[in-house]
């Protein structure tokens, strides 16, 4: 099951750890990160995704050419998950971004809460995640308690 409202879909985020994906996510984060913060020494060895992230968030989203109106729509919205913290976010929210960033694009195309849903459920190898909802607790049923002869015979009577 995935967290689910009935107006905007499951939530989705991306899998940072990447190890069922077989990917560095280190290295596929650090990638989108702009000229100016990107090098070589902290793309990889001992840095974590997250920081990545948070760099991306706090400044490189805001970059001209971090999400260009020609850019790949898988790529967008790999992009604009990292843009957004990679917090959990829904088709709806990432296809409203996408059109607040390309309002005056002169690439028009389809990118529909339910273009953008189809992207999100099949980019695995981007590590992109439904939010798993955590799962109810499973209802306690009462004891069943046998009565007794007297209290059938008492219940028969009455």
Known sequence: MVEE?????????????GAEHGRSMVAVVAARKCYEHRSVADSTGD????EHVKEIAGHCADTADYLLPD????????RMLLAGGNKKTTAEEVSQGLEARWAMSSY????????VAKLLANSDSY???ADEEPKPPAEIEPPVVEASDDEEADAIAE
């Open 5 to 17: 409202s009935a107006a905007t879909g499951p939530s989705y985020y991306i899998d940072l750890d």
């Open 47 to 50: 840095s974590k995704p997250s």
């Open 71 to 78: 850019t790949p729509l898988k790529e967008a919205v790999f």
């Open 108 to 115: 028009p195309r389809n990118i529909s809460p339910d273009v």
């Open 127 to 129: 590590g992109i995640v």
